[in-house]
Each structure stands twice: as C-alpha cells, then as structure tokens.
C-alpha cells in the first residue's frame, strides 16, 4: 500500500529518515523521502508549519504520489487536564478554530459547503489503538482544533476548549483533514502533547518538543507494521 507520512516540521519526521533508507524527490519547494518498510511503500515529508503548508503537501501526496492512506505525526499543545506532556494522542475529530464568519450568524469554525468537524478514519484509529495495546503503551483520543496561531494564552486556550470541545491543539490537522476527506483517503492524526498551551506555553514547547515528536513518530513507525 502507498502510505504518506506527513509532518510539519524536520523534527516531526525526523526519526522515519534515521530508521529507513530513503530516496529523495522534490516537487513545488516540498522535499519527499520514498521508502520501502513493512511491504508498505512510504512517502515521508515536512510540510512547514501552519495550514495552508500542510494542506499543499497532502494535496501533492495525495494527486502525485497517489497515496492511499495519510498519516500525521507531531506535536500539540494539551488544553485539557487529564493530557500531559509526553503523553500520545489520536484525534477522533478536527476543527479548524481560526475559521470564523460569526458576523454573519454562522458557528465558528463553520463556513458553508463544509461542516464543521472531519472525522478520522475508525480502521486506522482502531490499528493505532491495538498498537499502543500491544506495546504496552497508553494512547488516548480526543478531539484536536487546528489553527494558523501558537497558543500560549489561557483565555484563549480556554475558549477553543469550550467552543470546540477540543482537547489539543496545533496548526495543521484540521487542514490535512479537511484535503484527505475531499480526495476520500483515509487518514489518521497523531499527536504527542508538548505544552499545555496556556501562559508561556513556548518555554515548553522549546524544551519538549523534540522528544514529544519523537514519541509520536515512533508510534506511527509501529502503527505502520500493522496496516
Ligand atoms: N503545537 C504544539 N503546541 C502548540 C500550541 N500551544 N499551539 C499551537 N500549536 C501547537
């Protein structure tokens, strides 16, 4: 099967390129790393942050590359308590927290034609779940709101808590799940929480990240083994 991994940054896919032999392709100021693993042929890249980057690297994963699953790995900022740094999470559902045409009556996060939430594909979430199960390792879900702003503000960790009910936050899924769901490839999110987003959030973002991207990736890499 044609499966892509997708990140935001080098250190979100990072660990995919020290484990696999990689070939490189570039396409429209996108690096690609093609790789065999698990009978599975791989197509790995960073989109750079934010939503409209990741939404362009989907896209070219999904029109060129032709894959036939998508899966994101990186990090998030946790907005609810019970979800600590270090700690793995799946998004069972995305929203988009910066979209808003509330002037005109509509619900944030909704613009016409579309809905909402994007929900996440049940049979990758439920091989991620038997993953974790058979590791040994504890991977909980929740849902995830994405938007183009580091959140680092318990005013406004708290709204995007309670407007969405969203449980993490971070600046790409919502988008990735919004280009998979319009081509009909299943996709799967998961995030490794590196923040709690709220006052000074980016003094443990600097300090954890990188490990919590670590967590997440070589969850995926174990992920992969059983699809
Ligand atoms: N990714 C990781 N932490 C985040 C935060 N606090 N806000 C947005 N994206 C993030």
């Not at 740094?85 to 996060?109: N, R, W």
């Not at 919590?212 to 990736?217: E, G, L, M, N, Q």
Request: proline share 3%.
């Amino acid at each position: 099967m044609k499966i892509a991994i997708l990140g935001a940054m080098p250190e979100e896919i990072d660990p995919f390129i020290v484990e696999i032999p990689t070939q490189i392709d570039y396409y429209a100021g996108n690096k690609f790393y093609k790789a065999e693993f698990a009978g599975h042929e791989l197509f790995i890249a960073y989109s750079k942050i934010g939503k409209v980057n990741a939404a362009i690297t989907a896209t070219l994963l999904i029109e060129k590359f032709k894959v036939e699953a998508l899966l994101f790995t990186g990090v998030a900022g946790a907005l609810k308590d019970n979800f600590k740094i270090g700690e793995l999470l799946y998004a069972t559902k995305l929203a988009q927290h910066d979209l808003d045409i509330s002037a005109f009556g509509h619900p944030v996060g909704y613009v016409p034609g579309n809905e909402i939430f994007v929900n996440t594909s049940k049979k990758l979430n439920k091989i991620a779940v038997k993953t974790a199960k058979d590791l040994g390792l504890t991977l909980k879900s929740g849902v995830i709101a994405s938007g183009d702003q580091f959140i680092c503000d318990d005013d406004k960790k708290a709204w995007i808590a309670k407007t969405f009910g969203a449980d993490a936050v971070e600046m790409e899924g919502a988008s990735v799940a919004q280009v998979c769901s319009a081509f009909k490839v299943p996709f799967f999110i998961m995030r490794a929480i590196s923040d709690v987003a709220g006052h000074k959030a980016e003094i443990d973002y600097d300090e954890f990240m990188e490990n919590s991207a670590k967590t997440s990736a070589d969850f995926v890499l174990k992920m992969i083994e059983k699809i």
